[in-house]
């Protein structure tokens, strides 16, 4: 701009200065010419007065550098300073002579053939009627302007360079202020009065630009707070499979770094499932997908966003589904074992009852034969029962109401209850501590401690002891069963609370038992809001150690 200010500026004053020169020239020449007309007007005028006295002898004795021509009335030449007379063709046709003629003088400017060149006539009438008439060439006038060209050269490129000057900074002195403008604060510039309403007007559309990145930011923020803190992940993807969104749940699900770029979604995560999802949802159909990714289940639903008919990108959320999915394992696996062990009984009742059938059995053999399937009979009852009970558990269906009960008491109780079957392994059991109270279900609890005590005699070794401990403890009650029995291997110490985990099955065959003893006993810790501990050391013993919230008071 500045550039462009300079240019014109300097072009308006080369153009004035240079249309003022020729004007100046123009009016020199004219100025010269009337000059000269008036001076060869006089001169025709004495000249004329010389040839009323002398005549011919007076235009003779004439010296001068202007062409002096005697005509005659008819425009006869009589004479002609600067060529032969005779020779001459009539003048009576001049401009100059008619009006000499006719009002005693006259002028004209015209080109001489004569002189060859632009010339200025005077003539005057004598008193005889013959004309005198005195030429001068245009030239002299010319020659006077030419003259002075040089001084006006001179003073042309000396008003040129400070014309160039003056504008060069007269246009830097104009965008000064224009360049200084602080366009975030426009209302403070103090600049030409000209530019307030754009400054105004720039100020308004600041406001609401600054007003609109606000809103934008709170929007951006809520969204990133609303995804961030979703435990689904969230992915966003443009109709080329960019991603343009997501939240942390996503990468996370997708086992996928922070991308530093704009990235394909493919690029988060490899699996032939992942790809199959992105590429049916690109191509425009919803898709279903279960990704398995380190130990975990993750459900992917991914749906395209359709603008009209077309389709504008894509959006993907992915579920947590490892709990359900470890459910269902566990489920599966839950109803697989309950048929097996249900079978086993039934089996072996019905090949029994299929010998009998038969009347092979021999009537001393009876006996023994209905004693199996009583036996088999009260596996299947006793498998039935533990069946129920955790099922209860599971699902919180245990709708006696609670009460305190004093698990020393307790304790007591189900030791008796056990004693004989501790005689039968040679096992001795006591029980030590002091009444403490719990608030909780009876029936549950009395089902724990039976379960722990009933392992502990049935996996002991002949002359082992059992010794039951209940007393407070800080933080709640503590029910530990202590045996000096078979222990439980270290692998299997975190397996035995599973549903029909039993361990070397081979060698607790013998051992009567569901697999669902230590099972029931951690639901019903877990029903109570309990903890659950065991310690076990194979073939020094085990001690399980449950810890249970204190309510209620204690005696
Ligand atoms: P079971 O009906 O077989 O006793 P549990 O769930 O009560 O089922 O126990 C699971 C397995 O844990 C048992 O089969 C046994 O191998 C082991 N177990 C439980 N308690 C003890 C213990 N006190 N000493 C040694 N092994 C034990």
Redesign the pocket.
């Known amino acids: 701009m500045t550039a462009k200010l300079f240019r014109n500026s300097t072009a308006v004053a080369v153009s004035v200065m240079v249309l003022s020169i020729a004007l100046f020239l123009g009016m020199l020449y004219q100025h010269f010419s009337d000059q000269l007309m008036t001076e060869l007007e006089t001169e025709t005028w004495l000249v004329a007065q010389g040839v009323e006295l002398n005549g011919m002898d007076y235009l003779d004795g004439l010296n001068t550098e202007n062409r002096v021509t005697w005509v005659d009335r008819d425009g006869t030449v009589l004479y002609d300073s600067q060529a032969d007379a005779a020779t001459m063709e009539n003048h009576g046709d001049r401009e100059e002579i008619q009006q000499a003629l006719t009002d005693q003088s006259g002028t004209a400017r015209r080109y001489s053939s004569t002189l060859a060149q632009q010339t200025l006539y005077a003539a005057r009438r004598l008193s005889d009627g013959t004309v005198i008439r005195v030429a001068s060439a245009q030239q002299t006038v010319v020659t006077l302007l030419l003259s002075m060209v040089q001084p006006i050269l001179i003073i042309l490129a000396l008003a040129l360079l400070l014309s160039a000057v003056l504008a060069s900074r007269m246009a830097k002195r104009i965008i000064r202020p224009i360049v200084n403008l602080d366009l975030e604060h426009p209302e403070d510039c103090d600049t030409y009065e000209e530019l307030t309403p754009l400054l105004f007007r720039i100020k308004h559309q600041n406001d609401t630009i600054q007003q609109q990145v606000r809103q934008l930011r709170q929007k951006q923020q809520e969204f990133a707070a609303l995804t961030e803190n979703m435990s689904e992940g969230f992915l966003l993807l443009d109709r080329q499979g960019h991603v343009l969104s997501y939240n942390s749940g996503a990468l996370r699900q997708l086992g996928a770094q922070t991308p530093k770029e704009e990235v394909n979604a493919l690029v988060l995560n490899r699996s032939e499932n992942f790809r199959q999802a992105v590429d049916e949802v690109l191509s425009g159909h919803r898709s279903q997908q279960m990704l398995h990714l380190n130990g975990r289940y993750c459900q992917l639903l991914a749906n395209p966003v359709m603008q009209g008919e077309e389709q504008m990108g894509a959006v993907m959320v992915l579920l947590d589904v490892t709990e359900q999915e470890q459910r269902e394992d566990l489920r599966r696996e839950f109803t697989a074992n309950v048929s097996h062990e249900l079978k086993t009984p039934l089996t072996s009742i019905s090949g029994i009852a299929e010998i009998m059938q038969s009347g092979m059995v021999k009537a001393e053999d009876v006996q023994g034969f209905a004693s199996d399937i009583y036996q088999e009979a009260q596996r299947l009852i006793a498998l039935v029962e533990d069946i129920i009970r955790l099922s209860q558990l599971d699902e919180g269906a245990v709708n006696v109401e609670r009460e305190d009960v004093d698990l020393y008491q307790l304790a007591l109780e189900v030791v008796k209850r056990l004693e004989s079957a501790a005689q039968k392994q040679d096992v001795t059991i006591k029980t030590m501590g002091r009444s403490v109270q719990v608030h909780g279900v009876r029936r549950v609890l009395d089902e724990m401690i039976y379960?722990l005590c009933?392992?502990?005699i049935?996996?002991?070794r002949r002359g082992g002891t059992v010794a039951v401990t209940v007393g407070p403890v800080e933080g709640g009650v503590e029910v530990s069963v202590e045996?000096n029995?078979?222990?439980?291997p270290a692998e299997?110490q975190d397996r035995?609370?599973e549903r029909f985990?039993?361990?070397?099955k081979s060698h607790?065959k013998d051992?009567s038992?569901?697999?669902?003893?230590?099972?029931i006993v951690k639901h019903g810790t877990a029903f109570h809001d309990g903890q659950i501990h065991l310690e076990?050391t194979p073939g020094k013993g085990?001690t399980?150690t449950l810890l249970l919230p204190q309510t209620g008071v204690n005696a």
Not at 485 to 488: E, L
Not at 501 to 504: I, S, T
Not at 513 to 519: A, D, F, V
């Open positions: 379960n009933d392992n502990a049935k996996y002991n045996d029995g078979i222990g439980i299997d035995v609370f985990y039993r361990v070397d607790s051992i038992g569901t697999g669902l003893g230590l099972s076990s085990t399980v």
